[in-house]
């Protein structure tokens, strides 16, 4: 499975957008992008994923550009609940592999 | 549906103890994982199995033992517990097709 790059931590304005980066440059044409949160010590949550076309549910949208080697996940208004730890991974489908995590970016919302 | 089931929640050892700690999934998953968390870190993968009878190592494997009992059952055993095992273990289940991974809540584990 492909590495991912992501900033250590990011800060956002509550009300505002959390644009939340993501490079994944040697990803294959076979991997998904997945984004996950983890609040204090909980299990991490799944949030959306995608393959190529952009991504969109109730919790986040999903930028994925068009060659692929990066993503963007967007919260389009960030609240103090959404500050947690994100982390991005690339998942090949139909089998089963090692799902590694990086260390995620700490996003701290602030009033 | 009760998702992924970890069982103790906490734990403290001594060390050179043993113990086993345990994760059950009802979601017909076929694949299971067992990661662990230090303080302030990312997860690591020490353990996963891709289907029912077979496990494979990830990337911090020494001083953990896999079995998959079954499809729902993915236990993982400490047999000479050390301090530098204290942290957070997680088990997460998935299948083998477009889906994300459905993670436990985790057990609290320290060694003394």
């Known amino acids: 499975d492909a590495k991912t790059t992501q900033p250590t931590s990011m800060d956002c304005a509550e009300g505002r957008a959390a644009n939340l980066p993501c490079n994944h440059s040697?990803?294959?044409?076979?991997?998904?992008v997945y984004w996950y949160r983890q609040i204090h010590s909980q299990g991490p949550q799944y949030i959306i994923h995608?393959?190529?076309n952009n991504e969109t549910n109730e919790m986040a949208s999903l930028i994925i550009t068009e060659d692929r080697k990066s993503s963007t996940l967007i919260l389009p208004h960030a609240t103090l609940r959404d500050t947690a730890v994100y982390y991005c991974?690339?998942?090949?489908?139909?089998?089963?592999?090692?799902?590694?995590f990086g260390t995620g970016t700490r996003l701290q919302v602030t009033l | 549906n009760a998702g992924v089931t970890q069982t103790p929640k906490f734990q403290v050892l001594k060390t050179g103890q043993s113990m086993t700690l345990q994760c059950a999934q009802d979601?017909?998953?076929?694949?299971m994982y067992w990661y662990r968390q230090d303080p302030g870190m990312g997860l690591r993968l020490i353990y996963y199995?891709?289907?029912?009878?077979?496990?494979d190592k990830g990337e911090v494997p020494n001083g953990y033992n896999v079995s998959r009992l079954n499809k729902r059952e993915f236990s993982l055993r400490l047999e000479s517990a050390a301090p530098s095992q204290t942290s957070v273990y997680f088990c997460?289940?998935?299948?083998?097709?477009?889906?994300?991974?459905?993670f436990g809540n985790g057990t609290r584990l320290t060694v003394t």
């Open positions: 991974i690339v998942r090949v489908t139909g089998t089963a592999s090692k799902l590694t």
């Open positions: 979601m017909n998953h076929n694949s």
């Open positions: 995608g393959l190529k």
């Open positions: 199995s891709a289907s029912e009878g077979t496990t």
């Open positions: 997460a289940s998935t299948s083998l097709l477009d889906s994300p991974l459905h």
């Open positions: 040697t990803i294959s044409g076979n991997e998904y």
